[in-house]
Every structure is written in C-alpha cells, then in structure tokens.
C-alpha cells in the first residue's frame, strides 16, 4: 500500500533553528503532500508536490520529493513557537484519496 | 476565506445507535471525503465521493457506514449502529476541480461512543 511515513516522529527545537522532516512511501504516486495538525484540530494543508516536481517553496516551507527513493522532505526554516504541531504527509492515490503517515510532532520553544 | 464546516464539534452516543455527522463542504467543490482518526493513531482514509455517488471505500467503510449528499450543500456520513471502536475524530474533506488537489479539511467532529 502507498503509505507515507515520517520520520523522526518527535522534534523539539529553538525558535529559529530550522526542522526537518522526512516521508517515505511505498508505490508510485500522483502528487504527495503536506499537512499540519494542531491538537485536537482539523489538518490544514501546507504544500503539495507533484510526481514530476523535485522540489517546492511556500514561505518559510521546502519540499523536496526524490521519486527514486520514494521519500520527500519538508524544512521549516526560522521556526516559531506557532510552528508547533504535527506535521503529515500523505500521497494521493485514486480518486484523490490521501493516505497519511503517523506524523512527525514538533515543538518550538521560544 | 470559503471553508468546510461540519456539525456537530462532538458527539456522544451509546453503542448501537445511529448517528450522523454533517458537513457542508466549499460551495463549488466537487469531491468529498471522509476521513477518520482515532486518538493516537493515523489519519484513515473512509470514503471518497464524486458526482453523487461513491468513488473509493476502504475497509473500514462498512456495511454500517453511509455517506450522502442531500443537496446541493450538505454531505453526511452515517453510522448505523455505532461500536466503541467508531470512537474517533472524523474529517471531512473537499476538492475543488480534480481528486489530484489540496482538499480542505473541515475542524472535525470528535465522536465518543459509549
């Protein structure tokens, strides 16, 4: 099954440090993305990158995907204490239905 | 900004009984999703809807699961007899123009069964 999977599944860093976060998957994919999650709240989405794309930019956001590898990457860069959250990914497979990770939970201390 | 909306915040009900969650996707959105996850774990992947009928289910998407589109608005999912283990937050989705977008997630509707 596609199924995107992040790693590290906990991140705590300074405000200002960059975060990363890396995804991999399993089959051939659409499109992947990324979304954030606050506790207890709904999944709003961050980016999405398509399977011919390498990489993508959105603000304080890049996103690489290397298909050969079946992995993608998200940095935050300058991270705030409003970056924190959980961060998914998910690939999109038939009619659209996305398939998320487990997530990657990351704190920012001011 | 348009956003998707759904009813209620949270719901407890006892096992056995029907219940519906609503929501009320982008006005000129045209695929639908439900999405559910239990505390703790994934976000799982229900039921996809495209042009009043269902497009893809999963496993989960059982016998006891419906999903409809009423008018041109609201788009439900019912449970028909709920188990403990339906205890979760459920997310409804919508894409605009293709299943291959960014789909908007409503806030959820956290389900307690008890």
């Known amino acids: 099954s596609q199924q995107g999977e992040e790693d590290p599944q906990a991140l705590s860093i300074q405000e200002g440090e960059n975060a990363t976060m890396n995804c991999s998957y399993k089959t051939s994919i659409n499109n992947l993305q990324w979304y954030r999650q606050n506790s207890g709240r709904g999944l709003v989405h961050l980016i999405l990158i398509r399977s011919n794309e390498r990489e993508k930019h959105s603000g304080r956001l890049r996103v690489t995907l290397d298909t050969s590898k079946k992995s993608s990457s998200l940095l935050i860069t300058a991270s705030r204490a409003a970056d924190t959250a959980s961060y998914f990914c998910a690939t999109a497979g038939s009619w659209g239905k996305l398939q998320f990770g487990a997530g990657t939970q990351v704190v920012v201390t001011p | ?114």
């Not at chain 2, 956003?3 to 009984?17: D, N």
């Not at chain 2, 774990?41 to 999903?67: A, R, T």
Request: aromatic share 14%; glycine share 6%; proline share 6%.
């Open chain 2, 1 to 114: 900004e348009p956003e998707v909306t759904q009813t209620p915040s949270h719901q407890v009900t006892q096992m056995g009984q029907e219940v519906i969650l609503r929501c009320v996707p982008i006005s000129n959105h045209l695929y639908f999703y439900w999405y559910r996850q239990i505390l703790g774990q994934k976000v799982e992947f229900l039921v996809s809807f495209y042009n009043n009928e269902i497009s893809e289910k999963s496993e989960i998407f059982d016998d006891q699961f419906s999903v409809e589109r009423p008018d041109g608005s609201n788009f439900t999912l019912k449970i028909r007899s709920t188990k403990l283990e339906d205890s979760a937050m459920y997310f409804c989705a919508s894409t605009p123009t293709g299943p291959f977008y960014e789909q908007y997630f409503g806030p959820g509707t956290r389900l307690t069964v008890t």
